[in-house]
């Protein structure tokens, strides 16, 4: 959880994207107040990596090793295993659970060598780290990591390196490094790569898919903390690559960065899970959910190279290239949708409905997210059986009040089971119609308890 303070800086820092920064305000200063004013905010400090070795040999304790080329003698370390590193991003450090858990489900997968990349004391707002200078580590530590990954003797075909936010950018400044030392890096995964003054810089200053042979790139929340552009040869955009399902809205999003986070939650289950992240290589968000026959066919198994698999097992797909959409399920993990379970609940919610009652449903469907803008019930039913949950406002005639906007809840609660909830009391008169609704209610709540009883048996 970032506190509080880290917030509000890093907002500055998002902030600084539209308003003047700290170079433009330093046109108008002295050049010896543009140097104090620098010294405060952007120069960089230097910054003591840390690793924390992870192998299967020492599952439940990480070996720490100090210094910028530790001597692996001694440790479990072995060059004929693949190396993966793992850094974090700003106000983290290298033995956060999220790092500690994706090391743990790469070696049930893998048996490797697992290196969490530690730069708090470069990255932390307790210890006097704003975010401008965090992002100015963040080059050192990439350039520190990739040095010791030369040290390490592996050829690049093994080295593997995971960031998320700043750490993504780290990712990149790595695998620059060893590439004017000669050698290319096989993979960079880039989670949420920060976007706050990353936004007009060049592919020397940031994570590029110039960096490794393979860079996938997970966008969670690319309207905040992280960066919208693609920058990898594969981009995933789940639910449109921001404000994910279950994150809340502005500000309880931006304070728990939860949609920022999300992209290692993803990576993290995508490791192991039976459930692939099956993604769809579209012209954009409105065209996969509007027309998704409009986008790349997806047969699923990437020969067309149309399709991928977001997060670790993208790897497999490697002509699948460019930015793919995907939904996700609303509820805590995991978040995976398989893809037969989709076909099946759009197929029964589908057969259920004719098509006088779809319409009717329709016209009343007016506030679920992203569904507002289409066309047809298959729409609806297949987008509903991705989200698992669905909020339905509809507006009906109440008893005692009137006029009356009627929240109603269907939520996936496993097994392929639906469970409605309509959220309202008899009594409790909101006066909080919007006038919308024209239909008859007996209809319309026919119409609910018909989708849920259906739902309810998917
Ligand atoms: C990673 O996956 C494991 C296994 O499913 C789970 O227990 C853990 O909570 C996950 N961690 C994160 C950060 O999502
Ligand atoms: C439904 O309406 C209520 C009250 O007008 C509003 O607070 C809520 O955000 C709406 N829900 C959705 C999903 O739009």
């Not at 970032?2 to 800086?9: G, H, K, N, T």
């Not at 305000?25 to 104090?36: A, E, N, P, W, Y």
């Not at 098509?355 to 803008?373: G, L, Y």
Request: hydrophobic share 35%.
């Amino acid at each position: 959880m970032l506190s509080l303070a880290a917030v509000l800086i890093f907002l500055s820092a998002s902030l600084a994207e539209q308003q003047p920064d700290v170079f433009t305000i330093c046109g108008k200063l002295s050049s010896s107040q543009c140097r104090v004013l620098k010294r405060r905010f952007v120069s960089s400090t230097p910054v003591a990596v840390k690793y924390y070795l992870h192998t299967r040999q020492n599952k439940e304790t990480p070996i720490v090793l100090e210094g910028k080329n530790p001597d692996l003698s001694g440790t479990p370390f072995r060059s004929n295993r693949p190396t993966k590193f793992i850094i974090h991003g700003f106000n983290s450090q290298g033995d956060v659970q999220w790092i500690v858990d994706i090391a743990n489900e790469l070696l049930i997968a893998e048996d490797l060598n697992v290196f969490g990349v530690d730069w708090q004391k470069g990255a932390s707002p307790l210890g006097g780290i704003n975010y401008f200078k965090a992002k100015k580590n963040c080059r050192k530590v990439g350039q520190t990591v990739g040095n010791f990954v030369r040290q390490l003797g592996q050829p690049g075909s093994m080295i593997h390196i995971i960031g998320h936010s700043l750490g993504a950018h780290a990712a990149g400044f790595a695998g620059k490094t060893t590439q004017s030392a000669g050698f290319t890096i096989a993979r960079i995964s880039g989670l949420d790569p920060a976007g706050p003054l990353f936004k007009i810089s060049r592919p020397t200053k940031r994570l590029d898919k110039g960096d490794a042979t393979f860079v996938d790139v997970i966008h969670t929340d690319a309207h905040w903390y992280g960066k919208r552009k693609p920058l990898g040869h594969v981009d995933f955009y789940p639910n449109e690559g921001w404000n994910q399902p279950g994150c809340g809205d502005f500000p309880v999003d931006q304070l728990t960065a939860c949609s920022h986070g999300r992209a290692y939650e993803f990576y993290n289950e995508s490791i192991n899970s039976a459930c692939q992240f099956l993604a769809y290589r579209c012209p954009d968000w409105y065209t996969f959910i509007v027309n998704r026959e409009q986008c790349d066919y997806c047969d699923h198994s990437g020969l067309n190279g149309a399709c991928s698999v977001m997060g670790y097992h993208s790897i497999n797909y490697p002509d699948s290239q460019g930015s793919m959409y995907l939904v996700t399920k609303h509820l805590p993990p995991p978040h995976c949708v398989s893809e037969t379970s989709r076909q099946q609940s759009t197929t029964q919610c589908l057969q259920s409905l004719g098509p006088d009652m779809r319409q009717q449903i329709w016209d009343h469907v007016d506030s679920i997210a992203d569904m507002k803008e289409m066309g047809n019930l298959e729409d609806f039913c297949s987008l509903y059986s991705e989200m698992g949950t669905v909020v339905l406002n509809i507006t009906a005639p109440m008893p005692n009040c009137g006029l009356e906007d009627i929240p109603v809840i269907l939520e996936y609660i496993g097994d392929g089971k639906y469970d409605s909830v309509v959220a309202w009391a008899e009594d409790d008169c909101t006066g909080s119609s919007n006038g919308a609704f024209t239909l008859p209610s007996a209809m319309l709540l026919i119409a609910l308890q018909l989708i849920v009883a259906v739902l309810g048996n998917a």
